[in-house]
């Protein structure tokens, strides 16, 4: 595909695709020919003709071709139809888990992608700006392709944290001060270094959080769902939705195109603000309105693609909420209790926000949903501090088949 930047907002274009932002200050994205996508929009019939493994389906769709490494294990997530969640969530569900991804979260499918065009490139280091989920992703695909990493990270940062990103083996900076400010200040070290830092709405990231709604779309057809529920921090992954649903939709996909609705933790919440504020521009939280929250991977003050996530959601008929940490946490269990999916705080958020929505009849009863729980949970798990582990009873060895008994015949 040839690489103009285009900009949603004023509809500039620029060949320098090195570009990220707009000179209206708005993010960019990678135009895609949607006439590439006709066989995806294919009205009934499963598509035919695509090869290529994980994100490489979408070849076409891609600023850059699949460079091997664990590229090729990023994406092609499942669907799955939840029916045991259908009573909380108060419409029908189905769970796109993306956990599954090499590194356990969606972020998996944008460092395949910018990673890949780093190297194509000549790019000999990348970086990036994060001490979670992004870390660890774009370490990995770093390391699979033998190029260099730099993590920048606050200097605050948790030991767990930094052992889940260092397994990488990065070269981890803890940088003193605003970690906020990084995220412009990484941006013009990239023009003037030989370095490509690759942050949360990066253009080629954005295309390849595209490949997660054409999976949704292809699993489902020829059904299309009404609403497609995602977590929103920088915005980054609702961009790519909302570019994967302009994409089809101008491919001819839908009769009616699912909206997109985004949720945010109550912590941090400026995106749900500036939409029920009607406002057209989200603006950055004032530091003393900035709370804590258990969705750690969530909760930027200022996100970089906010404005554009607020576009997609007001675009597409959809809105954007906020859930609380009692709220997520009730979420996370009923996930796992019943769907069987562990998933972290930060998309627990989807199913405590579709239920609010459905409470508000935003969603119908009768209308699919579709959830994206974002990361895994099992990062999180494992230190022994819940107390559901007490849970567990004990039995004397000549109890156990008496046990066993009574409680096969409670079922
Ligand atoms: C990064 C992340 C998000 C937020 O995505 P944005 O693109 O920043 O809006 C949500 N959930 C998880 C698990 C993440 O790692
Ligand atoms: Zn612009």
Known sequence: MD??????????????DRRVRCDCGEPLWFDVDSSA??????????????????????????????????????GNTPLIRSPRLDRVAGC???????????????????????????????ADVVGTVSYGNMAMSTAAHAASLDLECVVLVPETVSPGRLELIAQYDPTILRVEGDYGGLYREALELTRSLPISFLLSDDPAR???????????HEALA????????????SGGLASGIWRGLRDL???GAFAEPPRLYVVQTAASDPITRAFAAGRDDVSPLPADEVGETIARSIGNPNPPSGTRALTAVRRTGGAAISVT???????????AELGGFCVEPASATTLAGVERLT????????????????????????????????????VARPDLSSRLESLASRR
């Open 37 to 74: 996508l006709e066989d995806l929009a294919g009205r009934g019939e499963r598509p035919t003709g695509r090869d290529g493994r994980g994100p490489w389906r979408y070849a076409d769709a891609l600023p850059a071709a699949d460079p091997g490494g664990i590229a090729a294990a990023a």
């Open 359 to 394: 409470e508000r009849g935003e969603i119908d009863e009768d209308e699919t949903a579709v959830l994206v729980p974002t990361g895994t949970g099992f990062k999180e798990l494992g230190t022994g501090a819940e107390t559901e582990a007490d849970r567990a009873e004990t």
């Open 249 to 251: 939709e101008r491919a």
């Open 222 to 233: 020829p059904e299309t769902p009404d609403a497609i529920v995602v977590p929103a921090s």
């Open 92 to 122: 029908r569900v189905y769970v796109a888990d993306e956990g599954e991804n090499p590194t356990g979260s969606y972020k998996d499918r944008g460092s395949a992608v910018a990673v890949a065009l780093a190297l194509e490139r000549g």
């Open 3 to 16: 690489r103009t930047l285009v900009c949603y907002r004023c509809e500039s274009e620029y060949r320098d």
């Open 206 to 216: 954005v295309a390849g959080y595209e490949t997660a709604l054409f999976e949704i």
């Open 325 to 335: 940490d009692e709220e997520i946490e009730r979420a996370q269990r009923r996930f």
